[in-house]
């Protein structure tokens, strides 16, 4: 057989602790219970990994949602998810207790708090928050004109 080997050093596991953050995919679900919920990817800084947050109706639902809002700068009460993807926040890692080789958020970091300030800026190109455009924003083109 021809393999075609070329030394490559493991990437780095995540250790415990406050990482930046970034929303990559937020979409509406359903639990296994039959709860509404929102199923978030969520992208440590310098990571290829994501790591998925469910944010379920429920007994704990308003104080999650808040800690979300106030981490990634969302307006409070938008669950417009589209506009999600890209913004950034700061997140507790620790390892998952069915499994710890794998890691879970346990929870966010509001931006105001000494911890999230006192973070490394991100590092590499930052994430591109995605802006939900109102329809009164396009701008009328008169047909006679020529495009191109």
Do not use: C
């Amino acid at each position: 057989m021809g393999f075609n080997y070329q030394r490559e050093e493991p990437k780095s596991r995540l250790e415990t602790g406050d990482y930046r953050v970034e929303i990559v995919e937020a979409a509406n679900a359903v639990s296994s219970k039959g709860n509404e919920m929102i199923v978030l990817s969520i992208r440590p800084n310098l990571s290829e990994i994501k790591l998925k947050y469910y944010l379920v109706e429920g007994k704990y639902f308003n104080q999650n949602a808040t800690q979300i809002f106030d981490s990634f700068d969302i307006e409070e009460g938008d669950f417009d998810l589209p506009g999600w993807i890209g913004a950034q926040g700061v997140a507790h890692i620790v390892p998952d207790d069915r499994n710890p080789r794998y890691m879970k958020i346990a929870y966010f970091h509001s931006r105001a708090t000494t911890v999230a300030e006192n973070l490394p800026p991100w590092k590499g190109l930052p994430p591109e928050r995605h802006r939900i455009v109102d329809g009164n924003e396009f701008v009328q083109v008169d047909d006679s004109e020529d495009p191109f």
